[in-house]
Structure formats: C-alpha cells, structure tokens
C-alpha cells in the first residue's frame, strides 16, 4: 500500500534515554516533516525537509534531530529525554506541487 | 509569528448544518487548510484555499477570506462519523517550505 509509515506506533521509555523513531514514505513526495501533539491535542510543526533544506521550527530543543538517509525517511532522533516530550509524534510527506500534506499513523512517546 | 484561533468544542444534530470558524493572524500566508482528525488517528486533509471564496467538495465546503483573516468549514447533512477535531491550518510564505500552523482544533460531536 502506498502510504507514510512509522515505527514504533508505541515507545515507552525512561527520562534521559536516548530513542529514534523511524518514518518512510513510498509516495514519491520530496518534502518530509515531523509534528508533535501534546495532550491538548495542539499540533505543532517541528522540521521539514527537502533534498536541499532543512527548516526547524525555533521552539525545538536541539535534543531532537532529524536524519534522512534517502528522500523516503526521515528519521527522529532524540536525546536525553524529558518528562514534557510525551506525546504523539507524526511524521508526513507532501510534493511541493500539490498542497495536501499526508500524515502517518503516529507514535505515542511516553517519558517515565 | 503565526495566531489560529477556533473554538474548542462544538455539538450537533446529526443531518444538520454546523459552521467551524477560524481566524488567523500570520507574518505571511500562503494557503488556509482544514483537516479532520478522528480521536487516535492521523490528521486527514479535507480542503485548501488560497484566494478568498468557498470551494465545495461534496458535503464540506469551506471559506476564505484573506483581508479578515477569516474562514470557516461548513459541513452538511451531519452523520454521526463526523465527530472528530477538526484543524485549521496557515501555510507560511518561506521559502522551500510548506509547514502548516495549525490551530488548536476543534472537537465537534454529532448527536442523534
């Protein structure tokens, strides 16, 4: 199926691991972002990136990065987590010539 | 900065008419966008304008008005598959991007 997918869908970790959430999307699309929604459901844009750029959102904490080892992935990588990065993560994919963005399923990150 | 402000919750009667109205505030625009989220899974696009007007697409319509900063999201005929949280989102003018801003969303239910 053609479609953005990320793993894991869960990830239940400790305060100040470290963790990568992967995301693939086989649509063709050359822009990739991440958004993270809090527990009042606000969904907030944190990276996007194209073969050429990346743009980060100035709130971000630089424990978090992006990685793209090919224009299909792009990948969260975050470091020494924190209690307030509990929440849901999603990924998603557009083509810069059409304007719907198409999410992926989620990631729920709980920090204990 | 960008300022996207809906109201929380809305309830309606299903095979009724409900309005969700948005206002935005942006350091440039490039685009409004609705989507429809259904509670634990991804955000869905539903519509985008970028000239002020009403695009229809079957029972949702939506309005823009860029001098007011204004739109809103016109759903006929409720089914009760409609609950969901609805999301307004700016596209910024930047560049090699297309992130959305997104509002806090708003929860509507459908009652019989």
């Known amino acids: 199926d053609t479609a953005v997918s990320q793993t894991p869908k869960y990830l239940v970790t400790q305060m100040g691991n470290d963790k990568s959430i992967k995301c693939e999307q086989n649509?063709?699309?050359?822009?990739m972002y991440w958004y993270k929604q809090d527990s009042k459901k606000f969904l907030k844009i944190m990276f996007s990136y194209n073969n050429k750029e990346l743009i980060i959102n100035e709130t971000v904490p630089n424990r978090f990065s992006p990685k793209s080892p090919d224009k299909a992935h792009l990948n969260l990588h975050i470091n020494s987590l924190e209690l307030g990065d509990s929440a849901v993560y999603f990924c998603?994919?557009?083509?810069?010539?059409?304007?719907?963005?198409?999410f992926g399923p989620g990631t729920r990150l709980t920090v204990l | 900065g960008q300022n996207i402000d809906q109201p929380t919750e809305m309830t309606a009667t299903e095979g009724a008419i409900v309005q969700i109205n948005c206002t935005y505030q942006t350091s440039g625009f490039n685009g409004l966008f609705w989507y429809q989220q259904h509670a634990g899974e991804a955000p869905t696009f539903l519509s985008y304008n970028v000239l002020d007007g009403l695009e229809e697409k079957g029972r949702f319509s939506s309005f823009l008005s860029r001098s007011k900063g204004y739109s809103y999201l016109l759903l006929k005929e409720l089914q009760m598959k409609d609950s969901a949280s609805y999301l307004c989102?700016?596209?910024?003018?930047?560049?090699?991007?297309?992130?959305?801003?997104f509002g806090t969303g708003t929860r509507l239910t459908v009652i019989p």
């Open positions: 998603a994919s557009s083509q810069a010539s059409v304007n719907e963005q198409f």
């Open positions: 989102a700016v596209r910024g003018r930047q560049t090699g991007a297309n992130n959305l801003f």
């Open positions: 649509l063709g699309h050359d822009t």
